[in-house]
């Protein structure tokens, strides 16, 4: 089975960036779409971000938008997010998947996921 695997986590304070890479392993960006994904303690998982296969059009959630861009290298198989002005609300857990569906604006259904990566950001 396909294996995802985040990285790039880590602390940073408030207004601070951070850039998470994933990992797609043997899957083809040319044919699967990736999201981004966010889980707090006691919060709703979150779909941040998705970009789609091929051409690679790319969505936002509304919290997000204008901080954080999901871009993605073909040739090395990754799909970055890059996360700028981040506010401690962006603390979570951040995963990415794919699944048999193209994006749903920022999120897709997640059937195949990596194990994630903790962001935080505090002072």
């Known amino acids: 089975q396909a294996q995802l695997a985040e990285s790039g986590g880590g602390l940073v304070q408030p207004g601070g960036s951070l850039r998470l890479s994933c990992a797609v392993g043997r899957l083809s960006l040319e044919y699967y779409s990736i999201g981004w994904f966010r889980q707090a303690p006691e919060k709703e998982r979150e779909g941040v971000s998705c970009i789609s296969y091929g051409e690679g059009a790319s969505y936002y959630a509304d919290s997000v938008k204008g901080r954080f861009t999901i871009s993605k290298d073909p040739f090395k198989n990754v799909v970055y997010l890059q996360m700028d002005s981040l506010k401690p609300e962006d603390t979570a857990v951040y995963f990415c998947?794919?699944?048999?569906?193209?994006?749903?604006?920022?999120?897709?259904?997640?059937?195949?996921r990596g194990q994630g990566t903790l962001v935080t950001v505090s002072a």
């Open positions: 998947a794919t699944g048999p569906s193209d994006c749903t604006g920022p999120t897709l259904v997640p059937e195949i």
